[in-house]
C-alpha cells in the first residue's frame, strides 16, 4: 500500500504565505515525480507544479513567480512554497506521485487534499 500525506494547509489573507508538505509512505520501490494539484469548487482539478526525480520543474502559468515546487528523494517528501497568494489560490490542494512499485508497475497516488483559504 501507498499513502500520500498532505499537511500544512489553512486560511490566509491576499498577500500572505503558506507551505505545503507531502509525505510518500508504503511499499514504494521508486518515485517518478511528484506534484501539486488543486480544484476549486464547480472547477476542474488542475496541475499547479511538479518536479521529477531529477529535479525538472514545471508550473502553471497562474503560478509562476509565486510558487516554489521542492522535494526530497530521500525522505519522499514534496513542497509547496506559496508566496503573494490571491483569493484566487482557494481550493483543496492535492498531493500527487508517479510510484513504482513491483509486481504493479508504474501508478498515480493522491493525498487526501488540503484545504487552502485565501481572503481578500
Known amino acids: 500500500q501507498v499513502q500520500l500525506v498532505e499537511s500544512g494547509g489553512g486560511w490566509v489573507q491576499a498577500g500572505g504565505s503558506l507551505r505545503l508538505s507531502c509525505a510518500a509512505s508504503g511499499s514504494i520501490f521508486r518515485i517518478d515525480g511528484m506534484g501539486w494539484y488543486r480544484q476549486a469548487p464547480g472547477k476542474q482539478r488542475e496541475l499547479v507544479a511538479r518536479i521529477t526525480s531529477g529535479g525538472s520543474t514545471n508550473y502553471a502559468d497562474s503560478v509562476k513567480g509565486r510558487f516554489t515546487i521542492s522535494g526530497d528523494n530521500a525522505k519522499k517528501e514534496v513542497y509547496l512554497q506559496m508566496n503573494s497568494l490571491k483569493p484566487e489560490d482557494t481550493a483543496v490542494y492535492y498531493c500527487?506521485?508517479?510510484?513504482?512499485?513491483?509486481?504493479?508497475?508504474?501508478?498515480?497516488?493522491w493525498g487526501q487534499g488540503t484545504q487552502v483559504t485565501v481572503s481578500s
Open positions: 500527487n506521485a508517479d510510484i513504482f512499485r513491483w509486481a504493479a508497475g508504474v501508478n498515480a497516488y
